[in-house]
Structure formats: C-alpha cells, structure tokens
C-alpha cells in the first residue's frame, strides 16, 4: 500500500519561509516524479513544483524549490518569500508524466492528504 504523509505546514507570517516534508512509504519517492500542488477553497488544484526522477525541476515560481531525501525516501518543498496568497492546502504527489505534463495533477498517481498553510501577520 503506497502512502504519502505531508507535514510542515501552519501559520507564517509574510516574507518567511516555510518547508513541507512529505514521507512516503510503499513506493520509492526516487524512481517517480515528485509534484506538489496546491488548494484553496472553491479554485482548482494548482500546480507549485516537481522534481522528476532524474532531477530535472519546474515550478510555477523561483521562490520554490523541491528537495529529494532518497536514503529517507521523503521529499520537501521549500518556500521563501511567503505571501498571503500562498495560503492553501499543499499535497505532494507522486507519477510519471511526461516531462511536458509535470504541471497536470491528473498525471499523479499518488497523492498525501495535504497539509494546510496560512500566511498572514
């Protein structure tokens, strides 16, 4: 059974940063894309990063970056420069998309539950 558990997330103020883990188990984070998306209330899911299996990266803006632990099998997502607008429910994911759909959630095969959050002073 694959399982992926995110953690991290809370309250932050504006221009802080924040990293989200996220711990897999069933699977081995390695040999899959790794995605993080977000959600707010009422929007669709919205693509935030991706590391592929051989490294490469996207992401929607510089501020983030997407770190792989593959003795830990767990992977983060590191955020700088928080604005209340990155307030959301953040999800890691796991698949294999093509490299040209790395931005499309229904690419993953695996998604956590979703950690929540809220940056506001």
């Known amino acids: 059974q694959v399982l992926l558990v995110e953690s991290g997330g809370g309250l932050v103020q504006p221009g802080r940063s924040l990293r989200l883990s996220c711990a897999a188990s069933g699977l081995s984070l390695s040999t899959y894309t790794n995605g993080w998306f977000r959600q707010v209330p009422g929007k669709e899911r919205e693509f935030v990063g991706a590391?592929?299996?051989?490294g490469n990266t996207y992401f929607k803006e510089g501020r983030f970056d997407i770190i792989r632990d593959t003795a830990k099998n767990m992977v983060y997502l590191e955020m700088d420069a928080l604005k209340p607008e990155d307030s959301a429910v953040y999800y890691c994911?796991?698949?294999?998309?093509?490299?040209?759909?790395?931005?499309?959630?229904?690419?993953?095969?695996?998604w956590g539950q979703g950690t929540q959050v809220t940056v506001s002073s």
């Open positions: 994911a796991a698949g294999r998309p093509p490299g040209s759909r790395v931005r499309v959630d229904s690419e993953y095969d695996y």
């Open positions: 590391r592929t299996w051989n």
